[in-house]
């Protein structure tokens, strides 16, 4: 792909995700009470800035649309502004603290399944594993096997633990091992991956390359799928990640920090945006 | 229908013969009239894992029901045309792209939109997800059948529409890719199912049943932890891990079984 095809393609896929992210926070802001987009005042120099005004009633879709252009724009220029959560520092700052410890699950969760892919026999890993259930199942191991106060406790290592049970859980490490090994051995038995043998040719470089589409299609699922899975194992360890964030602003219901959840929106689809931009094919194949 | 999955159907129906109430003040070994002990907060385990699969199998089932209508749809719409007229056009892979965006994600949204959390809803945003995914697929076979003219000749044999798609489509050349697609998405509603009870708490999600999976060993990892055992009466620490293990054990043989069947 030249790289001014590849620059539309990221360009148009950067603009379809902000749309989306626009999309949704426009309809929560006016379908949900307790959305106060007058709580934030612009400032030239800071972006967003809580304010002590409050609202009355629920933002109108024209409020919220400029509201997202206006904050989206700002952290583009380097002026995210300030959330009501944590208005000591700025909302990107906020945001890299809590994306860093998400990252660092989700980077363990990966290298476990890495690790899951090339070496495990099928048979072992489990497919009926709910999140919650995976979670707490590691929790108590952690809690029986580590002494208190160690290393690998889970207070401080919560980030290793949150991964392990990320990876295992809702059956991601069965489907993908079984999905990536499966579209091989497909290939294999083809005829024309037969005639290869026969005539003594190694089939293996061409069944990857025909094969890598497909794979890359498997793992990107895989990847998109450990995303909402943050959700529920940063809670379980306590790590105060993106995932924790976004259920928090879920589960309070009294009033809600529109520009925190803005931002972790828009974290949630940058790391889509990634995902769907790697080029997956070319390393597998 | 799998034997796990008739299994999780057969668990979730003895909810409506046990309540899963507190009746005791603590926990206790398996009796008769308790085969599987009580738990922590008093109630008979039984019955907690009964209401706990309760809590997913009525959303999968009605997940389930809407794959199967879309279907039907899909191919009442083959059959009256059973004649090829155009070449099918290839949009798998964008259609699996659409389907792609986090799951547990999405709900949740769809949860903050909501004044009161709707575990049908959840069902439905997972459908609405997967949907794309199954009908890519059995398209294809219809697809498939069109070009044999096998659609052709049933039609020209006489038989009505309704027996086609019934008997002959979504009973006979439809049904293995339909029991694959139905035991997978069965699958993710449980999945979100018990995720979501576990997020809001269950109260919050289902008030009829007020128990899920996944809360459960939430509450009896906290028992595990809890020490100071004396012998003359029951240790809640000993029981929770008896609980704990059995709830291992059924998740992974009956949701595990129903994940084998998609994979089949």
New interface residues.
Partial sequence: MSPAAWGRRVAGRAALLVGFVTL?FV??CV???GVCLRAYAWQPGVGYAPSAERCAEAPGVVEGIGFAARATGGALIGRSGRSREDATRSLAGLLWRRGARSAGVFGIALLILFGIARFAPRRAL????????AG??V??LV??LTPPGSALDYDRAGILWAGLALALA??VA??LV?GLRGTRERERRRPWAEHHALLGVDPEPTVAEVTA?QRA?QV??AL??L???L??VE?IFGVNGLGET??D???DRAG?DALL?LGV?GC?AAV?LLI?LLPIERALS | MSRAGAALVALAGISLAIRAVPDQPGPAWPTVAHPLGVDVLGRDFLGVLAHGAADFVGPGLVAVTLLLIAVAALSHRRTARPVLDAPRPTSGTRWFLLAAPPRLLLVMLAMLVLDAPSPLVAAVVVTALYLPVALDELDARLHALQEQQVLAGLVAHGLSSSRIVLRHLLGGHLAEPLRRHAAMLFVQVAFTQIALAWVFGASAVSPGLGVSWGMELKRYAAALSSGGCTPDVVCPGSVALLHTVLLLTVCLALLGGVARTAER
């Fill in positions: 949704l309809l929560v379908a949900r009470d489990p497919g009926g594993l709910p999140l919650p259930v707490f199942a929790f108590a809690l029986r809702d059956g069965r489907v079984d589409p299609l990107r699922g998109v799928g995303l909402g899975g959700v529920v809670a976004l259920k602003l879920v589960v809600l959840l929106l949630f889509v769907d």
